[in-house]
């Protein structure tokens, strides 16, 4: 079974840019997660769907950072424009509602 | 949510038991214990997860005393390919997980 998918695995882009992460979560789940990662840190939570819902996108800095899981499967999150300081791992995960969740390999960004 | 404490950095030598203890004093009724590691460079994995007393699989054991307000992970026989960041969640089952800063374990040869 395919676990979490993402892509890009690294970018690097100029501060100002656009940047997106697409992830496919596994097949069946129903609940995605986006998580930031800072070096040395644990995962913070940015936003929960359950289906196309967002239930929880209380953690999402709103003003540069977007997210979409339109049919309820496949998510996108973008950062517009991109600053210094959000460079960091970008996790996706997901879970069947109420079971344990599981995290992809996460796409690791650098801004210059 | 429950907040865990847990120490920032442990070492061990290979084929010893490591035993990693999570303090969590305000776990709610319903929530459940979640472990996690974490290798450089890869997502965090999942390891184990309980209510209360014991459980058991083919990786670790975590052991849960009857006021809920600890719980330890215990690996057997550790490896270098042990070494990475063990992660102590509390919440609800499949609900959101907030993470500390983890353990860093060390296996040294």
């Known amino acids: 079974e395919a676990g979490v998918v993402q892509s890009p695995r690294y970018k690097i882009i100029e501060k100002k840019q656009p940047v997106a992460f697409w992830c496919n979560p596994i097949?069946?789940?129903?609940?995605l997660y986006w998580y930031l990662q800072n070096l040395g840190q644990g995962p913070e939570l940015l936003i929960r769907y359950e289906n196309e819902e967002a239930v929880d996108d209380s953690q999402l800095p709103k003003d540069r950072f977007s997210a979409e899981r339109l049919k309820g499967v496949d998510s996108t999150l973008k950062i517009q424009p991109a600053e210094l300081g959000d460079s960091a791992v970008y996790l996706c995960?997901?879970?069947?509602?109420?079971?344990?969740?599981?995290f992809g390999e996460g796409s690791w960004l650098t801004v210059v | 949510l429950a907040k865990t404490t847990q120490p920032i950095s442990m070492d061990s030598y290979e084929g010893q038991e490591v035993n990693i203890t999570c303090s969590h004093n305000n776990i709610a009724t319903n929530d459940y214990i979640t472990w996690y590691q974490q290798f450089p460079s890869q997502g965090p994995r999942f390891i184990i997860q309980?209510?209360?007393t014991k459980v058991t699989n083919e990786v670790a054991s975590l052991f849960i005393p009857a006021d809920r307000k600890s719980s330890t992970l215990s690996l057997p026989r550790v490896s270098l390919s042990d070494t990475a960041v063990y992660y102590c969640l509390v919440g609800l089952q499949g609900g959101k997980l907030i993470f500390g800063q983890g353990t860093e374990l060390s296996v040294k040869p």
């Open positions: 995960a997901s879970s069947l509602k109420g079971n344990t969740i599981y």
């Open positions: 309980g209510y209360k």
């Open positions: 097949s069946g789940h129903n609940t």
